[in-house]
């Protein structure tokens, strides 16, 4: 008789389980760090063109990429933050896409109204990152600076809210000269 070995819960007789596909963070982590140089290459207007680099990137690369490494580490890793990290920032990647390309048609009213909204989106996503910066202190130092850099990134969402706002909403803790 076989011998019976559990993987997860679920009872297996045979052989162990082998993971059949290669470790999908270096393809979430490079779809992410791809997408976010070319926005950023766009939004410094370093390259001119540069929205029609960075949407198709945050569409395919960014988001579809990220998306299917985040099923992957569910799947065959059984790694719950990267999981959770790249099916949601692939998604991130997804919906602004969205929004950007489609803005005419979902953000109406005044352009404050659309700052206003994207400010708010991107504050929902900062508070999403603060408490996946909080789990990275239990993984590696890797995380940690990602995940810093990452936080950092999304504040910049408190200088868009505060504006349109004409008061502080968002604290940004500014340190005094």
Same mark, same amino acid.
């Given at each position: ?9 679920? /009872?297996? $007789? ?5 993971? &059949?596909?290669? #470790? ?5 982590? =490079? ?10 290459? *766009? ?5 001119? %063109? ?6 198709? /990137? ?7 990429? &990220? +998306?299917? %490494? ?5 799947? !065959?890793?059984? !790694?719950?933050?990267?999981?959770? %990290?790249?099916?949601?920032?692939? %998604? ?9 390309? *489609? ?9 404050? #109204? &659309?700052?206003?909204? $994207?400010?708010?989106?991107?504050? =929902?996503?900062? +508070? ?16 940690? /600076? @990602? ?11 408190? @200088? ?14 500014? +340190?005094? *000269?």
């Amino acid at each position: 008789m076989a011998e019976r070995e559990y993987v997860g819960e679920t /009872a297996r $007789i045979g052989a162990p389980e082998v993971n &059949q596909v290669a #470790d999908p963070a270096p393809l979430g982590l =490079g779809a992410f760090a791809f997408t976010t140089f070319m926005l950023s290459l *766009s939004n410094a207007n370093v390259i001119k %063109a540069g929205a029609a680099i960075a949407f198709p /990137a945050a569409l395919w690369f960014g988001g579809i990429a &990220q +998306i299917l %490494a985040g099923m992957w580490e569910f799947r !065959n890793n059984r !790694n719950t933050f990267g999981a959770t %990290a790249f099916t949601s920032y692939g %998604a991130f990647w997804l919906t602004l896409y969205w929004l950007e390309t *489609s803005s005419a048609k979902l953000l109406t009213g005044a352009p404050s #109204d &659309q700052r206003v909204a $994207i400010g708010a989106y991107l504050l =929902g996503w900062t +508070i999403f990152t603060f408490y996946m910066w909080i789990a990275t202190f239990r993984l590696n130092g890797a995380l940690i /600076a @990602i995940f810093t850099a990452l936080l950092a990134t999304f504040v910049a969402a408190a @200088i868009v809210i505060n504006h349109t706002f004409k008061r502080t909403v968002v604290p940004v803790w500014p +340190i005094a *000269s």
